[in-house]
């Protein structure tokens, strides 16, 4: 599956360079727009429908796929626990790289934070010798990550966010109207499990796709958003003493 993604963003990294748009793409495989956005955010596209859409771009799916690995070969997908580390004990050097894996520019750090230029291209020379971006000419920044890029599991990055900042993000009564706090409970077999966690991560292959489409926009369109998925077999421990 995650080799599938890796395919289907190249594909969309190449329509876009070809300057090719969803709406085309529908045109193209007879669908509307909207069946489209689906087929990429499930990355369930059939080998017609692919090859279809390769030969709108004059390119065949060999091609493709060597892209992909090209694209693969040039770009990080994780990091080391010592680098995480790194990160999580400076944080403004955390705070820069939240913000450029958004997609921030340097003017936009300095414009929203207490940071002078000084600074912001020492942070960035650390993020360029990890290999997240290349620092250019100009202080332009080429973010280097994979699609699939992420933090280690229960890493320094997972642990800071859960030991530090885990109190202030439910700090909320999640009643404002880009708030949302569901929890559920129930009772779920092992297959039942399994199916609701692709579910889950199928909306957080959703989430990543609006993330990238609005990456063009300015700051003042969009605002920062975190989301909190969580699950596990658990039992109150309030409840301890109650149990048989």
Same mark, same amino acid.
């Given at each position: 599956?995650?080799?599938?993604?890796?395919? !289907?963003?190249?594909?969309?990294?190449?329509?876009?360079?070809?300057? $090719?748009?969803?709406?085309?793409?529908?045109? /193209?495989?007879? &669908?509307?727009?909207?069946?489209?956005?689906? =087929? $990429?955010? %499930?990355?369930?596209?059939?080998?017609?429908?692919?090859? #279809?859409?390769?030969?709108?771009?004059?390119?065949?799916?060999? +091609?493709?796929?060597?892209?992909?690995?090209?694209?693969?070969? @040039?770009?990080?997908?994780?990091?080391?626990?010592?680098?995480? %580390?790194?990160?999580?004990?400076?944080?403004?050097? @955390? &705070? !820069?790289?939240?913000?450029?894996?958004?997609?921030?520019?340097?003017?936009?750090?300095?414009?929203?934070?207490?940071?002078? /230029?000084?600074?912001? !291209?020492?942070? &960035?020379?650390?993020?360029?010798?990890?290999?997240?971006?290349?620092? =250019?000419?100009?202080?332009? !920044?080429?973010?280097?990550?994979?699609?699939?890029?992420?933090?280690?599991?229960?890493?320094?990055?997972?642990?800071?966010?859960?030991?530090?900042?885990?109190?202030?993000? $439910?700090?909320?009564?999640?009643?404002?109207?880009?708030?949302?706090?569901?929890?559920?409970?129930?009772?779920?077999?092992?297959?039942?499990?399994?199916?609701?966690?692709?579910?889950?991560?199928?909306?957080?292959?959703?989430?990543? %796709? =609006?993330? #990238?489409?609005?990456?063009?926009?300015? @700051?003042?369109?969009?605002? +920062?958003?975190?989301?909190? $998925?969580?699950?596990?077999?658990?039992?109150?421990?309030?409840? /301890? +003493?109650?149990?048989?």
């Amino acid at each position: 599956m995650a080799q599938t993604k890796q395919l !289907i963003d190249s594909l969309k990294r190449s329509l876009k360079a070809h300057g $090719f748009s969803y709406s085309d793409v529908a045109q /193209e495989l007879s &669908l509307s727009e909207a069946s489209v956005k689906r =087929l $990429f955010s %499930e990355s369930s596209f059939s080998l017609q429908r692919l090859d #279809n859409i390769c030969q709108m771009m004059d390119m065949e799916i060999s +091609g493709l796929v060597a892209q992909m690995n090209n694209d693969s070969r @040039l770009t990080v997908s994780k990091l080391s626990f010592e680098q995480e %580390e790194e990160i999580a004990g400076d944080i403004a050097l @955390l &705070l !820069i790289t939240v913000c450029v894996l958004n997609r921030w520019t340097m003017s936009q750090l300095m414009d929203h934070f207490h940071l002078t /230029e000084h600074q912001c !291209i020492q942070y &960035l020379a650390i993020l360029d010798g990890l290999k997240l971006i290349d620092l =250019l000419a100009g202080n332009r !920044i080429k973010l280097k990550v994979s699609p699939n890029f992420k933090w280690l599991d229960n890493g320094p990055i997972q642990q800071f966010f859960q030991q530090k900042l885990a109190a202030d993000f $439910f700090d909320s009564q999640f009643t404002q109207q880009q708030e949302q706090l569901i929890v559920i409970n129930g009772m779920l077999s092992d297959a039942a499990m399994m199916i609701f966690h692709r579910k889950v991560e199928q909306l957080a292959r959703e989430f990543d %796709e =609006l993330n #990238n489409e609005d990456a063009t926009l300015s @700051l003042e369109q969009k605002s +920062g958003t975190t989301v909190v $998925f969580a699950m596990r077999s658990w039992q109150f421990g309030l409840f /301890e +003493g109650l149990r048989k």
